[in-house]
């Protein structure tokens, strides 16, 4: 099975491919609005890498969310149009799923102004929610790509793109977070300031 994967859910954009048993994997950090475009680069440049044609890619993994609201769309974005294109199911995964741990940790992932994603792994199972900056519990091993004094510091993505690509071949093999093109969505812990707009002008 050849499988194309990628994150756009945060500071670095990371793209891998498994073609049968070989993974690839390119990590960049990405501050550039658009984002699908670079995303797309990215992918052009590791298919030429393992030398293979768009049309031999069987499965799309994409991380769905909480994190960045435009990175989100635009990896989203791509990722529907390949599903759709090639008529080929999606793998969403959230980018705490793709973490792996066997003992308690924490992941801060900036939200906006002052809130943050705080995810959470009680060495059994996951949980997720925005807490604002002042209510922050930073005990325990807490990790983040954000400079937040008290917690572990990582240089690049908390993950790399070979535990993308085994998170996504997992997920497949039990039959879970698989989508098509029409159903696969953003994972989102609040509304979008837009969103909110528009409901509350109706």
């Known amino acids: 099975m050849n499988i194309i994967a990628f994150d756009t859910s945060g500071r670095w954009m990371t793209v891998a491919i498994m073609a049968g048993d070989d993974i690839e994997s390119l990590q960049s950090f990405s501050s550039n609005k658009r984002g ?9 440049m590791i298919l030429k890498i393992k030398k ?27 990722a529907k149009s390949l599903a759709f294109s090639l008529s080929i199911p999606i793998v969403g995964l959230k980018y705490y799923e793709v973490f792996r741990s066997e003992r308690p940790v924490t992941l801060l992932r900036n939200a906006r102004k002052g809130w943050w994603y705080v995810s959470s792994f009680d060495g ?15 005990k325990g091993e807490i990790i983040s790509e954000e400079k937040i004094p008290g917690a572990s510091i990582v240089t690049g993505p908390i993950f790399s793109g070979y535990d993308l690509i085994e998170s996504v071949v997992r997920s497949f093999q039990s039959n879970s977070n698989i989508y098509d093109h029409i ?4 994972y989102y812990l609040q509304k979008p300031v837009a969103q909110k707009a528009a409901e509350e002008n109706l």
Do not use: E, Y
């Open 124 to 138: 059994k199972a996951w949980s997720c929610q925005m807490q604002p900056s002042d209510s922050l519990d930073l």
């Open 183 to 186: 159903s696969v969505k953003p």
């Open 36 to 44: 699908s475009d670079l995303l797309v680069k990215k992918i052009d």
């Open 52 to 78: 293979i044609d768009i049309s031999q890619i069987d499965l799309i993994g994409c991380v769905i969310g909480p994190g960045n609201f435009t990175g989100l769309r635009s990896g989203i974005a791509v």
